[in-house]
């Protein structure tokens, strides 16, 4: 099995940041891909940004500057470095890890971890 262990989420007042961690650990193997979704409510999840193993990234248009990815390939472990937080920033934020259970490459999903930004 695998599990994905997020943290760092909570409540900040707009302009201050978070730190996400999410580590992967389990039947997994040559994660290739390690990333952070979220979803407001009443919206759909949406991609925040991923980075590969080589260390590519990509960020959503609404957090570039403002976020940034990292990971960590001997813990398996990925972050998510958030500043300049906006109200609309407000989200539960999911990890997403892809990687191979010795079978075949998955998708593996982390439970969530709330962000709120609010005075």
């Known amino acids: 099995q695998v599990q994905l262990v997020e943290s760092g989420g909570g409540l900040v007042q707009p302009g201050g940041s978070l730190r996400l961690s999410c580590a992967a650990s389990?039947?997994?193997?040559?994660?290739?891909?390690m990333g952070w979704y979220r979803q407001a409510p009443g919206k759909q999840r949406e991609l925040v940004a991923v980075?590969?193993?080589?260390?590519?990234?990509n960020y959503a248009d609404s957090v570039k500057g403002r976020f940034t990815i990292s990971r960590d390939n001997a813990k398996n472990t990925a972050y998510l470095q958030m500043n300049s937080l906006k109200p609309e920033d407000t989200a539960v934020y999911y990890c997403?890890?892809?990687?191979?259970?010795?079978?075949?490459?998955?998708?593996?999903w982390g439970q969530g971890t709330q962000a709120t930004v609010s005075s």
């Open positions: 997403n890890v892809r990687g191979n259970n010795g079978v075949r490459y998955s998708d593996y």
């Open positions: 389990g039947s997994i193997f040559n994660i290739n891909r």
């Open positions: 980075i590969t193993s080589g260390g590519s990234t």
